[in-house]
């Protein structure tokens, strides 16, 4: 019996992962639950899979939680709360399903009580890569991959060696706006942003693959936890979503991993990693599978991807300001303060306005991101204004 | 430094084999190059390649050999020399190259002196599945895939626990005929025929893809090279035959092997398994990957897969008579004796008329193929004279 945490229990991904343990994992007890100020589902979810302990990162939440549960488990509160959560001793496993620069500090340490953790915050390599990744190794840490894509690479290179991958392809469903013209893409919604083809998840990463910018942070990601050089990433668009990514090795053979699109399948894999277990998630249907496709991206109606793969190349502190600059620009589209246009403006301005600096330490990482933050915010006022 | 025999260096895959060897493998030595009929080019492969031995199995081109070239090593004659060069006690690596059920014989020679194999002959588990799957079990020899299909599986499996595999589907590029309608079906010639869309072979193989049952043929071996049941095993139609093959796992999850369609790459592989190594073979050109199609294969135009499958879910003797009828029948397409559509007709006549015995013995598959060929023979005579 081992004991698994889920931070972020009430996002899309922590629902899903708590699905796919009850159904398929009968050996895996709940450690913490957490929610950033989700009480109700929290609530909900606590009768329902009878977890060790939770944890509510908002105070008001906490306090909410208290009320509507009867919960006589270890309730914490807090960023604190979180952070406890992630470090417990009782955790053999972290699944790390938080949204945003606040899963770095728990993904952190997990990572530090030498918990292997199972990584569906992006984040946590996109603004701290050289430190999680300098922790998981010091502490011998698996870090191991819930994203569709990386989960496609960690599947097709199991039983290689490292050295014998040439390059990686991710691909990219293309979002709702794929075929939109560049005109068009100033005047999109929320709403419309909101409505993926493909793949259903949460609204920040949902915007994000509206811009293309998820698939930045994914290539950010696959840098980290490959071990591979920029040059060795690339994207390509593929709209059917079935193939997940490929991976070309030395002798000029490849490997894709295909699957319907769902997230329970990467994050099943994860946990039964490097083994597989049977289960009834759905199949591919070959008689449906009649045509795949795959097209480069286009960089200039999404100038999100290009931005994130020059801050990956110009490494230091650029992805630390390009997160900060692309969470602060998201949030003011949602609230209809920006265009869907202006998001790539207001993240080139900050990341233009913000010197790059070596990232030595936790804390110069969150310096740079409440600097960043600032600085984004600023350029949404100004582009507010001027409208 | 280990030691290599081609059996069948002039064919197709002999000769592209040399070139990977020549290439990529300076810690491999060749041991015997063996030929049927070209002692033209076995000569000059001598002067190139320097191998330890050759080996003829016509008597004519024996003598030819003889008087061409003044190869001062070993030079042996007839089915017994064929044998002799497989089962060398020098031999690390012996690669099957040859063409039919003279495939058999040689095959398990090699496996009976523990000698590794590279099986690039699809008859000899066609007709001898079970005999050469208990000899290399009881001699715990390797058997590897050379095969683009059976390849990709293979590598689509390192890693991963054979219990895993919920099923395989083959990919097949459908060949010349894909889209011709039934009647005209009726009237292709074998120049036709022997135009391959993507992959460059031999005659017999090339005529076996226009009519699938080189397919079936290796829906067969899968069964015996994974232990799968037929019901694990399917075919998709895929002209552009970039994906090679595909594994679905008991996750839900898929893998697929993709590469150009070149043989030297599943050459090289089998001589590297289950590692890999550095090649400039052809690359994928991703920007050309714009579209992968899939369908499944039209049993009515193409009767000859679906006798293979028959043949395997009846099992015993019955993939013997349909190697035997089909390899008679190919032959007097090509003569122009019988019709492309022929083909089928002479395979299920013979099927029909050969009672189906278990194979206890390579004495009785020999004597179930000769029984087959004889009916298969006379079954032509009947609809030449027909004409």
Chains 1, 2 share one sequence.
Not at 71 to 83: Q, S, Y
Not at 273 to 302: G, H, K, N, V
């Amino acid at each position: 019996m081992k004991t698994i945490s889920i931070l972020g229990s009430t996002g899309s991904i922590g629902r899903q992962a708590l699905d796919v343990i009850a159904t398929y994992h009968g050996d895996l007890q709940l450690g913490f639950l957490t929610t950033n100020t989700n009480a109700e589902l929290l609530a909900e979810q606590v009768e329902r899979y009878k977890p060790y302990g939770v944890a509510l990162c908002a105070p008001e939440a906490y306090q909410r939680f208290r009320q509507i549960s009867s919960f006589d488990g270890p309730v914490l509160c807090g960023k604190e709360g979180i952070r406890a959560a992630a470090a417990w001793e009782g955790n053999d496993i972290v699944l790390s399903a938080l949204v945003g620069f606040a899963g770095v500090e728990p993904t952190l340490a997990a990572i530090e009580r030498g918990i292997t953790v199972a990584l569906a915050n992006k984040e946590a390599l996109v603004v701290a890569g050289e430190l999680v990744m300098a922790k998981a190794r010091h502490h011998n840490v698996p870090l191991l991959a819930v994203d569709s894509e990386h989960s496609a690479i960690l599947q097709c290179t199991v039983g290689e060696h490292p050295d014998s991958i040439e390059r990686v392809v991710l691909t990219a469903s293309g979002g709702p706006f794929r075929n939109l013209p560049l005109e068009a893409l100033e005047q999109v919604t929320p709403e419309q942003a909101l409505r993926h083809p493909t793949w259903n998840m949460g609204a920040k990463i949902t915007i994000d693959s509206a811009t293309l910018m998820n698939k930045g942070f994914e290539v950010i990601e696959a840098y980290w936890l490959f071990g591979l050089s920029p040059e060795q990433i690339s994207v390509l668009i593929h709209p059917q979503s079935i193939v997940h990514s490929f991976v070309e090795f030395t002798d000029g053979s490849v490997k894709a991993q295909l699957g319907v699109p769902d997230m329970r399948l990467p994050i099943h894999y994860a946990l039964t990693y490097p083994s597989r277990r049977p289960t009834a998630l759905p199949r591919i249907q070959w008689e449906q599978l009649s045509r795949l496709e795959f097209e480069p991206p286009d960089t200039t109606r999404f100038p999100c991807l290009k931005l994130a793969l020059d801050a990956l190349h110009e490494g230091k502190s650029a992805p630390v300001v390009l997160n900060a600059a692309n969470e602060v620009a998201v949030e003011a589209f949602i609230q209809r303060r920006i265009r869907f246009s202006d998001i790539p403006a207001v993240i080139a301005g900050t990341l233009d306005a913000i010197p790059s600096v070596a990232l030595t330490s936790l804390e110069i990482v969150i310096d740079v991101d409440r600097h960043a933050r600032h600085k984004a915010i600023a350029l949404v006022s100004h582009l507010q204004q001027r409208r």
